[in-house]
């Protein structure tokens, strides 16, 4: 989805994409983040811009990744949802794909606009699972001997039907993002028309007419993407929450209230930095898990009884969960957290490297929720493991930003002492999550 704004600098056209938190103009080379205090307002164009009266109607849209931890597994995949935000029969209750296909712009007020409220807030449990049991009948083949003649045996298939329960233990929403898109409506001859298609909808003209509306004027606020301890230029991504400066050797975080001093760490390698080098972020994560303890390597072995040989210097080696804190498509973000959490990496260093980083764009808190879900993907005792998962907890005891070096090549990441490797078309993918 695209959106169309003004730079406030010299009110040049910028295009964006919906996760872009920063502005950088291409004529005056400002580059800001913008901060909407809750979330992003966008509007649809009607298709006529000089119509009747447009009323703007809210719709939530929520997107993000999504795991579901069942008795099947784990399951994951992209949710991309809206819903109707107000209460008014007759009005379609999803936009569909509009908001993939149409260019959006920043709501605000204009001429002969009126802008719905939203009376119905956002309810998180429409995102979720409708059934968290689910029954079906499977059929399933066996091979079963049967005796043709008092010398002679053969075998026939034998199929019959079986009740099979799919029940949901854990659900989760990772890097997951709320805005409030407005599609316009307008009324003529008395009757509700849909200002993209001016398709006559099933709605009253009085729908509108009598709502509540607001004015339509939410401020954006606007950030420098200045050092604040040296003044030099950022490095930073189109939605990053971690920015970082090469002159002091500092990284800071992305809030409301400006840029805040942040900690990180390089993980050592025997790998020389060079123009092919690429850092990529994770969340390295110790955490307190009810029912099972995972202070040290080896506990960690014990819980998931991974193939691997239980050394006795294991248990002095703390354990920790080692999560993306980038964005990419959801089956990659649990195969890169469940390699990278077994590889278990030791050694770090506070030098920032002066070569590419990979965005920061995944917030802790965010990467923290998905623990639960790689501690199920994790264990081989899933049968064991999965139906506790409802009354399991799970807290952070500590927590760092680790910037692990890659080398790459054309198609791939690969870091040489994990001996793991990633595609880099996994990252550009999770630029549109």
Known sequence: MQIEHECPQCGAPVVLDEADTLLSCTFCKTRLFMQPGDYFRYTILPRDPFLEDVYYVPYWRFKGMHFLCKTSGVESGLVDRTILAVDSPGLPQSLGLR???????????????????????????????????????????????????EEDWDIVPDERLEMHEERIYHEVFIADTLSLIYAPFYVRDNKVHDGVTDDVLGATAATFTGADTVDGDWPVNFLPTLCPNCGWDTISGRDSRIVFCTKCDRSWHV??????????????????????????????????????????????????????????????????????????????????????????????????????????????????????????????????????????????????????????NNQELTQPDTNFSLFKNAIRLGQNI
């Open 99 to 149: 908001v993939q296909s149409l260019k959006l712009k920043f709501a605000k007020p204009g001429e002969s606009t009126h802008f719905l409220k939203p009376t119905a807030a956002f309810d998180p449990s429409q995102t979720l699972a409708k059934n968290t049991v689910e029954y079906s009948l499977v059929k399933t083949t066996e091979a079963r001997i049967i005796r043709t003649s």
């Open 255 to 408: 809030t409301e209230n400006g840029l805040i001093s942040f900690g990180f760490s390089r993980m050592a390698s025997g790998t020389k930095d060079s123009t092919s080098t690429t850092y990529v972020p994770f969340w390295k994560i110790s955490v307190t898990m009810t029912g099972t303890r995972l202070d040290s390597y080896a506990d960690f072995i014990r819980f998931t009884n991974i193939p691997r040989a239980l050394l006795p210097a294991f248990e002095d080696k703390p354990f920790f969960f080692w999560l993306p804190a980038f964005k990419t498509n959801p089956p990659a973000f649990l195969r890169i957290a469940r390699q990278f959490t077994i590889a278990s990496p030791e050694g770090a260093d506070t030098v920032l490297p002066h070569t590419d980083i990979v965005p920061v764009n995944v917030p802790l808190d965010d990467a923290f929720s998905g623990s639960k879900t790689l501690a199920a993907d994790l264990t081989l005792r899933k049968k064991l493991f999965l139906p506790t998962l409802p009354d399991v907890s799970i807290r952070i005891k500590e927590a760092s930003l680790v910037l692990v070096p890659f080398i790459g």
